[in-house]
């Protein structure tokens, strides 16, 4: 029997080279596919996570999840329709879950969480865009802390008052724009203009200069190639992911369509970096009396130590021109959109905001706050349009997390959109109804949205790594919002309707056009009237406003209360 094995296995060294060469070939290739197979059977069948429900190819190859989010843009489409099929934990790849929010703000971002003499289930490096773990975003917890710290005083309620000038001068420039083109009778793309002036705040709050967009009616290069750049991060970290697969992504997506966008994504790189050595040189006060965020970063710290390196600044102001500009704006977009679509629920908010003022001027960063149905308009249209859809994942150190353990290593995703519209946290979940946030004292309170998880709603993520610029995101949509509506009616263009519907994102929304209509209000531009005959000059096209509009000034609590009165009083 053995010298029959012997003579098998000499059996090759009788072919000609070239044979020998093909057979070790194709042995090698059989061996890499029963590999292969032994690997998916194993990561279907028999891996710690084979219990958690998913799509079930998901399973085997992070690569279905990879494409859709970095190439094809549409997972964020898909991913409440996986949560609603398979429950609030869902397998996505061998070593990934999405994990609803209602559980994770919990049992993974909370500050609470303890295990395995760790704090925090750690970030993953290069997950949003490579070297992120060196910036806030994804830096190890003693070195967020330290960033953290200093960044705070940057985001505070007395730097926030210092900084309100500064961002009622560029909203003032937008409300310019916008009544310009009113009296024209042209159409606005409003998410444009948005971008045009929240760009120009987030520049002259980190460099001491805007980036004059709404002064040219147009985007700074910087801003014309940040949306390119974000296609580049989404390609280079595909690439990062699969190497071995690049060629294959070279042909399916195209080598130009790809090196356009890395290249326009180091070539945004430079000129950030020019931009922060140019304000860097400044000092740290640009001028006398003058902070801006670049201030904080430059300051030292009580033990007389840099609170940042030159090399933290410039990798983290660039995060801190797009986080503080495009979701803000796109947020607006978002509010601008719905709302129009929903002219019923638009008209109690016009009323709110000119019942409550009697000029522009008086609109600020302070009194905008005491608007209920404006906060109840932007908290649903985060809800239902979150501006940062995949918060970066967690991994996991080995863990329980609802009563199952979750291996070492393991990714932990939540999809803002999957946990904003799971119908088990939100009545009517696939509706705008800004009314779910309304108190109870308010008249168009509604009870059935007491049912509602409200601890689920973490727009700008949770626990000590959430958003530090929350505050002054809010702000801004506030007093945009009110200062747009104070003076302008509006409607969507005829087209608009798949707006949202047809949006791909690759960690942001796509930047698509927003077409709107504007016309100047007369009564409430320059109107001498009293405040009630604003009101009832207000042009809406509704058989019911005449009804409605009575009906809640009959439910004001004091006789001769106007409404305006009545929300900031409540």
């Given at each position: 029997?053995?010298?029959?094995?012997?003579?098998?296995?000499?059996?090759?060294?009788?072919?000609?080279?070239?044979?020998?060469?093909?057979?070790?070939?194709?042995?090698?290739?059989?061996?890499?596919?029963?590999?292969?197979?032994?690997?998916?059977?194993?990561?279907?069948?028999?891996?710690?996570?084979?219990k958690y429900p998913g799509p079930k190819w998901w399973g085997a190859s992070d690569l279905f999840w990879l494409w859709r989010t970095n190439v094809r843009g549409t997972y964020t489409r898909e991913a409440p329709a996986l949560q609603r099929k398979y429950g609030n934990i869902v397998r996505l790849g061998p070593d990934r879950l999405m994990v609803d929010g209602s559980i994770a703000w919990t049992q993974i971002f909370s500050l609470s969480v303890k295990f395995h003499r760790m704090d925090e289930f750690s970030k993953v490096p290069n997950q949003l865009f490579p070297g992120d773990y060196k910036t806030i975003v994804a830096a190890p917890k003693d070195e967020h802390r330290r960033m953290r710290r200093q960044l705070n005083h940057a985001f505070s309620d007395a730097a926030l008052k210092e900084q309100e000038d500064i961002i009622g001068l560029y909203v003032g420039k937008l409300i310019d724009q916008l009544e310009r083109m009113a009296e024209a009778g042209e159409a606005a793309d409003i998410t444009t203009w948005l971008n045009y002036t929240t760009f120009d705040i987030i520049g002259d709050l980190t460099f001491a200069e805007s980036f004059h967009n709404l002064e040219d009616s147009s985007f700074h290069p910087y801003m014309s190639g940040f949306f390119r750049a974000i296609r580049g991060f989404a390609y280079s970290r595909m690439i990062l992911a699969k190497p071995h697969l690049t060629p294959f992504f070279l042909v399916f997506v195209g080598w130009r369509e790809i090196w356009t966008a890395i290249s326009t994504m180091l070539e945004n790189l430079k000129l950030g970096d020019a931009k922060v050595k140019a304000r860097m040189a400044m000092g740290p006060e640009p001028k006398e009396g003058r902070r801006d965020f670049m201030t904080y970063m430059m300051r030292e710290t009580r033990d007389g130590q840099p609170g940042f390196s030159e090399h933290d600044i410039i990798k983290n102001s660039g995060l801190l021109i797009g986080a503080g500009s495009e979701t803000t704006a796109s947020a607006v977009s978002g509010f601008f959109f719905f709302a129009g679509m929903s002219p019923e629920k638009l008209k109690p908010l016009v009323e709110e905001v000119r019942s409550t003022y009697k000029s522009e001027s008086e609109i600020n960063l302070v009194n905008t706050q005491h608007l209920p149905y404006l906060r109840a308009c932007i908290e649903e249209t985060?809800?239902?349009?979150?501006?940062?859809?995949?918060?970066?994942?967690?991994?996991?150190?080995?863990?329980?997390?609802?009563?199952?353990?979750?291996?070492?290593?393991?990714?932990?995703?939540?999809?803002?959109?999957?946990?904003?519209?799971?119908?088990?946290?939100?009545?009517?979940?696939?509706?705008?109804?800004?009314?779910?946030?309304?108190?109870?004292?308010?008249?168009?309170?509604?009870?059935?949205?007491?049912?509602?998880?409200?601890?689920?709603?973490?727009?700008?993520?949770?626990?000590?790594?959430?958003?530090?610029?929350?505050?002054?995101?809010?702000?801004?949509?506030?007093?945009?919002?009110?200062?747009?509506?104070?003076?302008?009616?509006?409607?969507?263009?005829?087209?608009?309707?798949?707006?949202?519907?047809?949006?791909?994102?690759?960690?942001?929304?796509?930047?698509?056009?927003?077409?709107?209509?504007?016309?100047?209000?007369?009564?409430?531009?320059?109107?001498?009237?009293?405040?009630h005959d604003q009101l009832d000059r207000l042009n809406y096209d509704r058989p019911d406003y005449d009804s409605n509009h009575n009906a809640l000034r009959n439910q004001h609590p004091a006789a001769g209360q106007t409404f305006g009165e009545y929300v900031v009083g409540n």
């Open positions: 029997m053995f010298s029959k094995l012997w003579e098998i296995l000499q059996a090759p060294l009788q072919y000609s080279r070239a044979h020998q060469v093909k057979l070790a070939f194709g042995v090698l290739i059989s061996a890499l596919v029963v590999l292969r197979i032994i690997l998916i059977v194993y990561r279907l069948c028999f891996h710690p996570l084979s985060l809800r239902v349009y979150p501006t940062v859809v995949e918060i970066p994942p967690r991994q996991s150190p080995g863990s329980m997390l609802e009563g199952n353990w979750v291996p070492r290593g393991t990714l932990l995703h939540v999809n803002q959109l999957a946990t904003m519209r799971n119908p088990n946290s939100f009545v009517d979940p696939e509706n705008w109804c800004p009314e779910r946030w309304l108190p109870k004292t308010h008249p168009l309170y509604t009870p059935c949205f007491e049912a509602d998880n409200k601890a689920a709603f973490k727009p700008f993520s949770y626990g000590p790594r959430d958003c530090a610029g929350k505050n002054l995101a809010y702000s801004e949509m506030r007093l945009m919002i009110s200062k747009i509506l104070y003076g302008l009616d509006f409607e969507l263009v005829p087209g608009q309707e798949r707006w949202y519907a047809d949006k791909h994102v690759w960690s942001v929304w796509e930047n698509k056009p927003l077409n709107t209509s504007y016309l100047a209000d007369g009564v409430v531009c320059g109107s001498s009237g009293g405040e």
